[in-house]
């Protein structure tokens, strides 16, 4: 994996820009440590960090490519799972190569077949194609969303990079939000809506899509894959079938590194079936997988089981590192590292996150990187097979608004007065349910509740799957540690797109369908364990640290979260005994104090002007 930036501007002369393109580029550095090239043109500049995952020798980046007719100059960030095959097919067609990277078949793949070439990829990407001659920019994004690609249109170019941290570096951006970046953060945070970068007239390619970029016609968006609705025509056990052949696929390509390789295991269903699948093909070829798990200091002393939580995950750890036979890694995190993490997971994020859950993720990743560049993550598995509880209460289910963020009145009682009046004639939340609902592919005749699981599986892949996605991307990659999801893979998410309710839920059991079909990987305490979700602290240490800060913060009358937020509604929170559900689960008091903070340091850190 790797980091990319760069600059289009037909009315300067970058190559007097060098020290700015050498800034953006610096900005990027922790996503790629090992090597860095530049691209520097008058009207075009290109720049790589990279991180050496296959052929580290001769993968080198900025990378170019003719044909005889047509100069290309590619910069990558990302892994294809199908690059031998689509390496034969332009074999076929006369091309040769001289590394066995996967970029060097992104490239040649675009010259053969332009935006088209999109089709053929199975993967996790973000890249950028400049046309030396046709002075053209071509940028594209995965299937998914896996990888970020951000961009900002200035009045003579445009400015994009794999984090907004490189796009604000360049000097002509300025670090603003208005009313909408507002609204992002106190009603949609730590989600945010598609396309959306917060920051004023920040934007990002959207998952599925491409842009063009000239001269003549500006910036053009487009879209290149879309889930259809379809009649699913197997009965359950070829379904079954289908899926087992899709997901140990799907594991086995991402299995391909030239560089140390592991898997994330937290004993539950997702992650212990990646781990299983990756140790069986690993003791085939006589190599023994490194698993890694994370837990916090004395959460077995204050864990209470809840309807979310039913049990910790310790125990099922150990059943598994005795089942799998693997080398395994434990990081035990204390609350003070937790809390000082906050902050650096702002950096990394580039915006207020989900808290502790990205901050133990950050300071779980930093310590997976002594051991491996690379790890397989569950991420996903609930998103497509239908785990969470949204998807199988038939109250949370048929409730209006997105499940997760049913705290909109409660969430709008922190603006300020004239903010939260703005917020309220906005209605931004309905608007961005009722497109979202708009976009769902349907099929006619179908009963309420298959319609409604589409909408669902809509909502989660275009809102919180994202979320997450951009939680395992920056908090990964700020370590230099790239992390590959395998329940993402873009054909899992068709097929499951149209596997009846009925299936998914076999035997009335949440991701039935899943549990079935791959039952002979894991024992049957783990294959049939209830959901448990990512663990966090249970340390009543945590409310009383993060409580503190803001409580210090907000002392002071500058403090500029102020600026959006009512110091009584914080003051509130700190001392009252609501315990609010502020997105989903894993956001209760204590991660909304510290929600809160991670908004005051964004402000502070990011230098940020806002603009009513």
């Not at 052929?55 to 910069?75: R, V």
């Amino acid at each position: 994996m790797c980091g990319i930036s760069g600059m289009i501007d037909f009315q300067q002369d970058l190559r007097k820009q060098s020290a700015v393109m050498k800034t953006m580029q610096k900005t990027l550095n922790r996503r790629g440590p090992d090597q860095n090239g530049m691209y520097l043109q008058e009207h075009a500049a290109l720049m790589h960090t990279r991180l050496a995952v296959i052929d580290p020798e001769n993968g080198k980046q900025p990378m170019q490519f003719t044909d005889g007719k047509e100069i290309y100059m590619i910069i990558y960030n990302g892994e294809l799972y199908n690059t031998a095959e689509i390496r034969q097919e332009l074999q076929r067609k006369g091309y040769s190569f001289r590394t066995h990277s996967d970029t060097e078949v992104v490239l040649q793949a675009y010259a053969a077949y332009g935006a088209e070439c999109l089709q053929l990829f199975n993967g996790i990407f973000a890249f950028a194609i400049w046309e030396e001659r046709k002075k053209k920019l071509f940028l594209a994004r995965d299937r998914i969303g896996v990888k970020p690609l951000f961009y900002y249109e200035t009045e003579t170019g445009i400015v994009f990079a794999s984090e907004m941290k490189a796009i604000l570096a360049n000097p002509e951006i300025p670090h603003e939000i208005d009313m909408n970046g507002i609204s992002q953060i106190l009603l949609f945070g730590p989600g945010r809506t598609p396309g959306c970068g917060v920051f004023r007239n920040m934007k990002e390619i959207p998952p599925a899509h491409f842009a063009e970029y000239t001269q003549e016609k500006g910036l053009q968006v487009s879209c290149y894959w879309k889930l259809k609705a379809e009649e699913h025509r197997e009965n359950f056990q070829q379904t079954a079938e289908h899926v087992r052949f899709l997901l140990t696929d799907a594991i086995q390509r991402q299995l391909v590194s030239d560089v140390p390789i592991g898997t994330f295991l937290s004993g539950g269903l997702d992650s212990s079936l990646i781990s299983s699948v990756a140790a069986k093909e690993f003791a085939r070829q006589g190599k023994v997988l490194h698993t890694f798990s994370v837990d916090y200091r004395d959460n077995e002393k204050y864990f209470r089981k809840s309807k979310f939580q039913p049990n910790s995950d310790p125990e099922y750890i150990r059943k598994m590192q005795e089942y799998l036979q693997a080398e395994h890694h434990w990081t035990v995190i204390d609350t003070p590292k937790l809390v000082r993490a906050l902050f650096s997971a702002v950096e990394a994020r580039d915006l207020p996150g989900m808290v502790d859950v990205d901050s133990s993720l950050l300071v779980f990743c930093e310590e997976i990187k002594q051991h491996v560049t690379v790890a397989l993550s569950g991420e996903c598995a609930d998103e497509l097979f239908g785990g969470y509880p949204w998807y199988r209460d038939p109250e949370i289910r048929s409730a209006y608004g997105f499940p997760w963020s049913q705290s909109t009145a409660y969430r709008m009682q922190f603006a300020q007065p004239e903010i939260a009046e703005i917020l309220t004639q906005r209605q931004d939340i309905d608007r961005e349910y009722q497109a979202t609902l708009q976009r769902t592919a349907l099929l006619s005749g179908e009963s309420e509740t298959e319609k409604r699981m589409r909408e669902m599986m809509r909502l989660n892949l275009d809102w919180f799957m994202q979320t997450l996605l951009d939680r395992k991307d920056r908090m990964s990659m700020w370590n230099a540690l790239e992390v590959r999801v395998p329940f993402c893979d873009y054909r899992i998410a068709q097929y499951l797109y149209n596997i009846p309710w009925e299936f998914k839920e076999y035997k009335h059991y949440e991701k039935g369908l899943l549990r079935e079909a791959m039952k002979d990987y894991l024992p049957e305490e783990i294959l049939w364990r209830k959901k448990s979700p990512y663990p966090k602290t249970h340390h009543p240490e945590y409310l009383y640290s993060v409580a503190k800060i803001l409580e210090d913060k907000i002392s002071d009358p500058s403090a500029p979260i102020l600026q959006i937020v009512r110091k009584e509604a914080l003051e509130q929170l700190l001392h009252g005994e609501e315990n609010v559900q502020f997105y989903g689960q894993l956001m209760t008091k204590p991660q909304t104090i510290a929600y809160f903070i991670q908004i005051n340091y964004w402000l502070e850190k990011y230098n940020v002007k806002i603009c009513l």
